[in-house]
T-cell receptor, first 116, second 115 residues
């Protein structure tokens, strides 16, 4: 079945440090890939997405590139801020023959804490 | 757009009691999902609906859990009887369709504590 594996957290960084959160996946068919962010006390929000190989999703300074050859979708940001402290989830929707299976499969989440 | 609205935000109940969680999806969205989040298991999909019809309930943990969607603007998740291991944050999410260009929109969740 489909699965998403994220790097273990928590990740603790100083403000302006470089961030990488690793994400790898296994999927039936040709998935679309997502990063969601969850701020304390809130639901998940879509951060960025990529729908085909070599696509780069980007938003709010975060980027991730869909790497089919390595089945990866690592999240990066060049300079983190305290306000980026949150839980980050990698996710996929599997597709085959152009039909979505309709379910997002999430990784376990990575807690990011950024200190001033 | 008011977003996905869940109620209550917090629920504390005693073991054995019935609990009902409520969700109002974004108007016009035709998919609705119920997720459960715990530290041990992360995010688990419990059930999802398309046009008010349950499509996949394979994630519902046991017969104590049931979900309904009587119309396009309302869904409930019921636990009867509740147990301490049901303590979690329950999220409702909706989307227009589940293709790659249709992200899920999540509510702020209901934190359930069963004592």
């Amino acid at each position: 079945g489909d699965s998403v594996t994220q790097m273990e957290g928590p990740v603790t960084l100083s403000e302006e440090a470089f961030l990488t959160i690793n994400c790898t996946y296994t999927a039936t068919g040709y998935p679309s890939l997502f990063w969601y962010v969850q701020y304390p006390g809130e639901g998940l929000q879509l951060l960025l997405k990529a729908t085909k190989a070599d696509d780069k999703g980007s938003n709010k300074g975060f980027e991730a590139t869909y790497r089919k050859e390595t089945t990866s979708f690592h999240l990066e940001k060049g300079s983190v801020q305290v306000s980026d402290s949150a839980v980050y989830f990698c996710a996929l929707i599997s597709r085959a023959g152009g039909t979505s299976y309709g379910k997002l499969t999430f990784g376990q989440g990575t807690i990011l804490t950024v200190h001033p | 757009d008011a977003g996905v609205i869940q109620s209550p935000r917090h629920e504390v109940t005693e073991m054995g009691q019935e609990v009902t969680l409520r969700c109002k999806p974004i108007s016009g969205h035709d998919y609705l999902f119920w997720y459960r989040q715990t530290m041990m298991r992360g995010l688990e999909l419990l059930i999802y609906f398309n046009n008010n019809v349950p499509i996949d309930d394979s994630g519902m943990p046991e017969d104590r859990f049931s979900a309904k969607m009587p119309n396009a603007s309302f869904s409930t998740l019921k636990i009867q009887p509740s147990e301490p291991r049901d303590s979690a944050v329950y999220f409702c999410a909706s989307s227009f369709f589940t293709g790659s260009n249709s992200p899920l929109h999540f509510g702020n969740g209901t934190r359930l504590t069963v004592t």
